[in-house]
């Protein structure tokens, strides 16, 4: 393999790494949006909760019926809140291997990026090389046939 295919597949797996950061910063976008999306349910299921009853409206009296439907329903609306937290804990635990996963696919990118601007830089060295030498020597033969 010549320096020239060695750089195009360098190239290509560069774009190949880059197009894996890109997907792996979507999937971590679109949880961080479902996380957001949990976290304002949450927090609107404990308001909901704790806004309802008698315990909202300190001075009102209610039957005993109704005073227990209230605490089967504020006791309903805080089991949903916490699956819902049990759901946001795990959503957390996935954006930090997701976190994770993107860190180390960037330093494959990077570290794939630093390789090729090395092959790239020795390539042209090579080719400068190459040509300073063909220009002495048509300077060499030029002088030689001018003796």
Known sequence: MNKSDTITSLGT???LRSTEVERLQAD???QEA???RYQAAVERLTD???G???SAQPG???SPALAA???NYKQAVFALADTQRTDLHLIDANMAVSQRNLAQAW???ELLGKVLAQHEAAFAREQDRAQRKQEDDIATQSWLANQ
């Open 34 to 36: 479902t996380r957001a």
């Open 13 to 15: 797996l560069v774009r």
């Open 107 to 109: 330093t494959r990118r």
């Open 28 to 30: 971590l976008a679109r």
């Open 52 to 54: 309802s009853g008698p």
């Open 48 to 50: 909901l909760a704790v």
């Open 60 to 62: 009102a009296k209610l």
């Open 69 to 71: 439907n209230c605490g």
